[in-house]
């Protein structure tokens, strides 16, 4: 994922789109496409793929875009899921989104309820910052989980996000999101859009 960040920065900077400001799914369709690309050239024996519906584990909902094996005559299941958020969120009553929304479709939320990602061990989520910078957002995100942690007994403070790896272009980040059958280990890939 992080190897595809300056091809997707430069396709976005190109203006090939046309548009001044493009949404999440518009954002989310030239990084599947720039990763396509990417893939093919290094010959991955994994394949990406937008909109997962899982038909082998039966989770509910789509996640963004999923790697799956790049194998003819093998189960096409996700070996990794992907949820894409904008950061800050479109609208004000949909701040928090990236954690946690409205009919459970918060970011982590949906890893945490199987939403997305069941039978993984490993998923992700996939941010566009497009205001402040990558240290405010892991301060406003750890917050918001700390205080549903309070009021919530499904949430913990040990699901906050922990940097492993920052420059100007990405931050990298890992968590853990209980559920209530297994753990599962969050990557969160943020790339600046600033």
Same mark, same amino acid.
């Given at each position: 994922?992080?190897?595809?960040?300056?091809?997707?920065?430069?396709?976005?900077?190109?203006?090939?789109?046309?548009?001044?400001?493009?949404?999440?799914?518009?954002?989310?369709?030239?990084?599947?496409?720039?990763?396509?690309?990417?893939?093919?050239?290094?010959?991955?024996?994994?394949?990406?793929?937008?909109?997962?519906?899982?038909?082998?584990?039966?989770?509910k909902g789509y996640s963004d875009f999923y790697f799956y094996p790049n194998e003819q005559g093998i189960s096409n299941t996700s070996i990794f899921s992907v949820e894409c958020k904008r950061l800050p969120a479109p609208e004000a009553?949909?701040?928090?989104?990236?954690?946690?929304?409205?009919?459970?479709?918060?970011?982590?939320?949906?890893?945490? &309820?199987?939403?997305?990602?069941?039978?993984?061990?490993?998923?992700?989520?996939?941010?566009?910052?497009?205001?402040?910078?990558?240290?405010?957002?892991? &301060?406003?995100?750890?917050?918001?989980?700390?205080?549903?942690?309070? &009021?919530?007994?499904?949430?913990?403070?040990?699901?906050?996000?922990?940097?492993?790896?920052?420059?100007?272009?990405?931050?990298?980040?890992?968590?853990?999101?209980?559920?209530?059958?297994?753990?599962?280990?969050l990557i969160h890939l943020w790339i600046n859009l600033n």
């Amino acid at each position: 994922m992080k190897q595809n960040v300056p091809h997707f920065k430069a396709y976005i900077a190109s203006g090939y789109h046309k548009k001044k400001k493009l949404n999440e799914d518009e954002l989310t369709q030239i990084y599947i496409e720039q990763a396509q690309i990417l893939i093919r050239q290094q010959d991955y024996p994994f394949n990406i793929s937008s909109q997962y519906r899982d038909i082998y584990n039966l989770s509910k909902g789509y996640s963004d875009f999923y790697f799956y094996p790049n194998e003819q005559g093998i189960s096409n299941t996700s070996i990794f899921s992907v949820e894409c958020k904008r950061l800050p969120a479109p609208e004000a009553a949909r701040e928090k989104e990236y954690v946690y929304g409205i009919y459970n479709n918060g970011g982590i939320e949906r890893y945490k &309820t199987e939403k997305h990602g069941k039978g993984l061990n490993d998923c992700g989520l996939l941010g566009y910052i497009e205001k402040d910078n990558p240290k405010q957002w892991l &301060t406003k995100i750890n917050k918001w989980i700390t205080d549903i942690a309070l &009021t919530n007994k499904s949430w913990s403070a040990d699901e906050s996000l922990s940097e492993i790896e920052s420059n100007v272009e990405y931050c990298f980040l890992e968590s853990i999101a209980l559920r209530k059958t297994d753990d599962l280990k969050l990557i969160h890939l943020w790339i600046n859009l600033n």
